[in-house]
């Protein structure tokens, strides 16, 4: 079936940086949008950013905007997120999403056909 397999999570200082990847399996990569959510402690799951299955269109949260970057990469089924000065309240699990490609962003969880089970970003102060 269909997986999607986050990695790159983990502990960085509050103005560090990570880059979150994706990777999916048994799914035609470039029939599809991308997009991240994360979920923090506490708090409902949020949009973070979306990508178009050429990567010429996306999309971001105005909380992430100018700081975290998507992108991907067709020829490896892999979709990323590099996100720059990272704050505290960045702190969350983070999601990658796939949409059949209808219409583009999608900002809502149920819009997406598939989903990864998340990797873990720990930003301290």
């Known amino acids: 079936q269909v997986q999607l397999r986050e990695s790159g999570g983990g502990l960085v200082q509050a103005g560090g940086s990570l880059r979150l990847s994706c990777a999916t399996s048994r799914l035609t990569f470039s029939n599809y949008n991308m997009g991240w959510f994360r979920r923090a402690p506490g708090k409902e799951r949020e949009f973070v950013a979306a990508i178009a299955p050429s990567g010429a269109n996306t999309y971001y949260a105005d909380s992430i905007k100018g700081r975290f970057s998507i992108s991907r990469d067709n020829a490896k089924n892999t979709l990323y997120v590099q996100m720059n000065s990272l704050k505290p309240e960045d702190t969350a699990v983070y999601y990658c999403?796939?949409?059949?490609?209808?219409?583009?962003?999608?900002?809502?969880?149920?819009?997406?056909?598939?989903w990864g089970q998340g990797t873990e970003v720990t930003v301290s102060s």
């Open positions: 999403a796939a949409q059949l490609r209808v219409y583009f962003p999608a900002k809502t969880w149920d819009e997406y056909n598939y």
